[in-house]
């Protein structure tokens, strides 16, 4: 390795503790800014850059077409440009750099390709899937009622603790990025798919760990991981007769398009996903705008 991508992997390592330490952001945003400066990284050190404390609009735009070369979709590449200008303020916060060029780059369009959106059918189909004679049957099935009828992440599921269920009430708690907490209505499928596994499953599955917090266990008492919940999402798509993309996200971005189209208020919909800008929830009308269309053009005798 040379000075230079030593000294560069030495400042994301300092920036990736200053944001974690001193910004407060959640362990998984500082992960994935992580990740994307490695590929940053990677790129510097095979030439693309000849010194990154003094890069121009030029080579920084270079890189974001790098980043579309190595087909990446538009929202990651999107990501990797945040990750980017932040590392650069932080670098100009340090006086590393006198200047931050890496504002200066217009972010790449997001969302032009439609996230994959279920239609109530198919959600339908999905949260059936689970068996009576499988072993955590109960467990499988309110684990995605609670997915659909809350929004959540992923993350924000397996997270899921006891003392964040208000059955009584109709709602939970989940934190979400950042350590923000908000509260989720349930809906009475979720909640009944809840209670049913609560009394009469999740007890023998925290014999070993009584004392485990987590709604969500493995046997053992163990809390679920994402990599499982994501794990259980496709097996139980691909039983449902669904598109391989369908993932734990995929019931998030089915949640908001139901709620717009359904005539959900914009604001109320940015209240229950937690996104901190409206414009972040604004994506998913025009995802409702861009499905119509496709209805359209597919069952319209003119719509070709």
């Not at 030439?47 to 990154?52: A, C, I, S």
Request: net charge positive; proline share 4%.
């Amino acid at each position: 390795m040379t000075s230079a991508n030593a000294a560069l992997a030495s400042d994301v390592n300092a920036f990736k503790h200053y944001v974690l330490a001193e910004r407060g952001l959640a362990r998984n945003s500082v992960l994935a800014y992580g990740r994307d400066l490695e590929r940053f990284q990677l790129w510097v050190a095979s030439g693309g850059l000849k010194d990154y404390l003094q890069p121009t609009v030029r080579e920084l735009s270079q890189y974001l077409a790098f980043c579309r070369e190595e087909n990446l979709a538009a929202p990651s590449v999107a990501r990797h440009l945040v990750a980017l200008k932040m590392f650069y303020r932080y670098l100009r916060l340090e006086e590393r750099v006198q200047k931050n060029t890496a504002e200066l780059l217009n972010s790449p369009a997001l969302w032009e390709r439609i996230p994959q959106v279920l239609s109530p059918e198919s959600v339908d189909k999905l949260l059936m899937a689970p068996r009576g004679d499988e072993r955590f049957y109960l467990r499988d099935r309110a684990l995605l009622e609670t997915l659909y009828a809350t929004g959540s992440r992923a993350s924000e599921v397996v997270g899921l603790t006891l003392a964040d269920l208000h059955l009584d009430s109709g709602f939970c708690k989940c934190l979400g990025k950042g350590n923000k907490q908000r509260v989720v209505p349930l809906g009475a499928k979720a909640m009944g798919a809840m209670r049913t596994y609560l009394a009469n499953q999740r007890p023998l599955l925290v014999r070993p760990n009584p004392e485990a917090p987590w709604v969500f266990v493995s046997r053992g008492g163990k809390a679920l991981t994402r990599e499982m919940l994501w794990i259980l999402v496709k097996k139980y798509a691909g039983r449902a007769g669904l598109n391989a993309r369908v993932s734990p996200h995929t019931l998030r971005h089915s949640f908001a398009t139901h709620l717009l189209a359904g005539g959900a208020d914009l604001r109320t919909v940015q209240e229950l996903l937690g996104h901190a800008n409206i414009r972040t929830t604004q994506h998913y009308t025009h995802v409702d705008q861009a499905r119509l269309k496709a209805i359209h053009r597919q069952f319209h005798p003119r719509g070709k």
